[in-house]
């Protein structure tokens, strides 16, 4: 077998969680050989959105491509950026017309790599269908020799992202969630040989909530005010986590899948 590994690595909250990866994404690729790797970007600016400054910072530090979530478009002055930048995604479940795209490709130690950016639906804002969406992207890729798809489904519902996962398995190589900052103890390979997690969880402050300020959080829920949150500031190095597929890839068959903690 031909092993090749894919590394994604979870939201990255605030400049703590870029200090974080810049600290540690190094020394993560050299120990475990990595092939390839997405970050999560949609929180780096500020606890909310992304920049080219936090986008540049995020490459540099070793990602192959940034991923994002509903947040990406909370710096509208960035927006025209997602347009020049192949390697930076937005949801693909957006309408065709929103800037960006939602899938790109990369061509690496001789793998032709498809990572794809989706949203789900469920207590989280209506877009078009990334099931749906999903199938038109992998029909397109399917006949591509040494084509392995990744995709990080970024979505509220656990439920949801399960679901999808099953579905997709078979046609993706790895599918990790995203979006709630919690990472989750189930990862697995599936039956039809994904590799799977529900959420990979944050790049960020440890004691916080989802990496942001606890007092203010409290403070929301305590007199349900929506008081701003922030990023939480601590004189200690963030975590980061996400998760390590290895792969086949003469047959995208998953062989291999383990938390980063």
């Known amino acids: 077998m031909n092993i090749v590994r894919a590394a994604m690595i979870g939201d990255i909250v605030g400049s703590q969680g870029l200090e974080t990866l810049e600290a540690r994404l190094p020394a993560l690729i050299k120990e475990h050989n990595l092939n390839l ?3 999560n970007g949609e929180n780096a ?3 909310f959105g992304i920049t080219e400054r936090e986008y540049r910072r995020i490459i540099q530090a070793g990602a192959d491509v940034v991923t994002s979530g509903n947040h990406v478009w909370e710096k509208r002055e960035f927006w025209p950026f997602l347009e020049s930048e192949k390697n930076l ?3 693909a479940n957006y309408s065709a017309s ?3 795209a939602g899938f790109t490709h990369v061509e690496k130690d001789g793998v032709n790599w498809v990572v794809v950016n989706l949203q789900g639906r469920e207590f989280i804002s209506a877009i078009d269908c990334p099931f749906q969406c999903f199938d038109n992207i992998s ?13 990080d489904f970024h979505a509220e519902s656990s439920k949801e992202k399960e679901a999808f996962g099953y579905y997709a398995d ?6 990790a969630g995203t979006h709630t900052h919690v990472q989750t103890a189930d990862e697995r390979i599936l039956p039809k040989g994904s590799a ?8 960020g402050v440890t004691d916080s909530v989802i990496g942001m300020d606890i007092k203010i959080c409290q403070e929301r829920f305590r ?8 990023p939480a500031s601590s004189a200690e190095m963030g975590q980061l986590q996400g998760v390590i597929a290895e792969i086949d890839a003469d047959t995208g068959i998953a062989v291999g899948v383990r938390r980063i903690t």
């Open 45 to 47: 600016a500020e606890g």
């Open 196 to 203: 799977y997690i529900t959420d990979i969880g944050m790049t």
């Open 37 to 39: 790797v997405t970050v």
């Open 139 to 151: 029909n397109t890729q399917a006949g591509a020799a040494k084509r392995i798809i990744i995709v």
């Open 98 to 100: 929103a800037p960006g």
């Open 89 to 91: 995604l937005r949801p």
């Open 223 to 230: 007199k349900q005010v929506q008081y701003q949150m922030k």
């Open 170 to 175: 078979g046609r993706a190589s790895l599918i």
